[in-house]
T-cell receptor
């Protein structure tokens, strides 16, 4: 499986944008980029996913580099409730149905938001 | 709608004992996955179940087993507990489709402490 590399931690101020980077230099053409986050004392929750084009939803935006070797999760206005561990995960669409229920988590990035 | 529920919330056991953890998926979700999250690390995949059958297994010893019931709820069993089994055990459910992009919905987890 292709691996991802994320910074161990990042800090932000409330109401400011946050850019969380993820490197995946060995990504294959059939790997989708998924982001999950884990709030304190909770299970992970889905944030966003994409393949090649930038993606937006109500939670965040995902910017994918043209060569797909890196991506950035963008929180447009951080709030205290966004303080969490953010995980960048690659999922291969050709891996087969039995792998669909498996997410391979790395260490993630601990995001601290200051008031 | 209720999310994924897990019981108990916390559990303390001693080495050598057996433990059973329970998970109820979101209504309509037919697949359940189990993860182990050791403090400071990302969750690690243990099992995936669908229609009462194991559909994927992570790199865990045979002391770990699980089953899924006709109502799609699931149990994770761990025998001969070791100190290293102390962790947060997470259950995730999803709708079983042919799409690998199905979102997984996680429960809050069961915190197991082995003394």
């Amino acid at each position: 499986d292709a691996k991802t590399t994320q910074p161990n931690s990042m800090e932000s101020n409330e109401e400011e944008p946050v850019h969380l980077p993820c490197n995946h230099s060995t990504i294959s053409g059939t790997d989708y980029i998924h982001w999950y986050r884990q709030l304190p004392s909770q299970g992970p929750e889905y944030v966003i996913h994409g393949l090649t084009s930038n993606v937006n939803n109500r939670m965040a935006s995902l910017a994918i580099a043209e060569d797909r070797k890196s991506s950035t999760l963008i929180l447009h206005r951080a709030t205290l409730r966004d303080a969490a561990v953010y995980y960048c995960i690659l999922r291969n669409k050709n891996a087969g149905g039995t792998s669909y229920g498996k997410l391979t988590f790395g260490q993630g990035t601990i995001l601290t938001v200051h008031p | 709608d209720a999310g994924v529920t897990q019981s108990p919330t916390h559990l303390i056991k001693t080495r050598g004992q057996h433990v059973t953890l329970r998970c109820s998926p979101i209504s309509g979700h037919k697949s359940v996955s189990w993860y182990q999250q050791v403090l400071g690390q990302g969750p690690q995949f243990i099992f995936q179940y669908y229609e009462k059958e194991e559909r994927g297994r992570g790199n865990f010893p045979d002391r770990f087993s699980a089953r899924q019931f006709p109502n799609y709820s699931s149990e994770l069993n761990v025998n001969a507990l070791l100190l290293g089994d102390s962790a947060l055990y997470l259950c995730a459910s999803r709708v079983w489709t042919a799409s690998f992009t199905d979102t997984q919905y996680f429960g809050p987890g069961t915190r197991l402490t082995v003394l």
